[in-house]
């Protein structure tokens, strides 16, 4: 199981800025190991954002995100208190969900 | 009458198209579009999405840096002040996949997100908005990277 996700939420102006670090080896399937032999794609394909339950935001992901991958965005009416909860999904079929409280 | 025969051909039928619709939604879980990540191009990966000819547009943002000295670690962001948008995506044209990121934009989240991404070289970075109504805007800038991000 991966480690969990570092999430900072913060409301400002009827709005919330959700800061996410999520921690994964984004392997690209790019690379090479020492024999020569390419090391096989790990990645992050789905990241799904809620706010209190409720789905606010989905992405996907290619193999080009960067290690221990950051992702930013605002939603829209969050006020302090309120829980925001990210899920990612790999392409190994890993998933991790965590929570914060909005500050 | 049915023969025996007959009878087991009819139930083999029949398993066979519940097998069918059985594999239907597993397809369907599997929403990832992994076609528009192996396209090449910057073009192909936006037609996976459903867009149409790129059209360049003041409305769409692409913030980064002009020269990214570790290109394992690049922070692009991309915003719109659009209304409408369905999706934005991050694409790297010189990455051997051009489609870093998509983002789908709902009513409930500002249509502005940030994250980092890895670039192989120098290139122009694209930051595309697919509307509901099918037009495709983007947004470029070119980014030198120092040391690149997918090397082996």
Redesign the interface.
């Known amino acids: 199981m991966a480690d969990p996700m570092r999430i900072r939420a913060q409301a400002a102006g009827g ?1 919330a800025t959700v800061r996410v670090l999520m921690s994964h080896e ?1 392997e ?1 399937g ?3 190991d020492s024999s020569g032999k390419t090391i096989p794609a790990w990645h992050i ?2 990241v799904t ?1 809620s ?1 209190n339950g ?14 221990n ?9 969050a006020k302090a208190g309120d829980k925001i909860a990210i899920t990612w999904k790999d ?1 190994k079929g890993d998933t991790r969900t965590d929570e914060a409280v909005v500050s | 009458m049915q023969t025996r025969r007959e009878t087991l051909k009819q139930s083999g039928a029949v398993a066979g198209l519940l097998a069918t619709t059985a594999l239907i939604p597993q397809s369907a879980l599997a929403a990832f579009n992994a076609k528009a990540f192996e396209a090449k191009s910057v073009a192909d990966a936006v037609k996976a999405f459903g867009g149409g000819a790129l059209v360049e547009s003041k409305d769409v943002t692409l913030t980064g840096p002009d020269i990214a000295e570790n290109g394992a670690v690049v922070p692009i962001g991309v915003s719109t002040t659009l209304a409408g948008v369905k999706h934005l995506l991050i694409l790297v044209e010189k990455n051997p996949s051009a489609l870093v990121a998509k983002f789908d934009v709902s009513d409930a989240v500002e249509p502005n997100f940030l994250t980092r991404a890895k670039m192989g070289q120098s290139s122009d970075v694209y930051a595309v908005a697919i509307t509901a109504d099918g037009k495709t805007l983007y947004a470029k800038k070119e980014i030198k990277v120092t040391l690149g991000g997918c090397g082996g």
């Open positions: 709005n984004m690209t790019q690379r090479k394909t789905e954002a706010h409720k789905p606010v935001m989905t992405a996907e992901w290619g193999p080009a995100v960067a290690k991958p950051f992702l930013q965005f605002t939603v829209k009416g392409n």
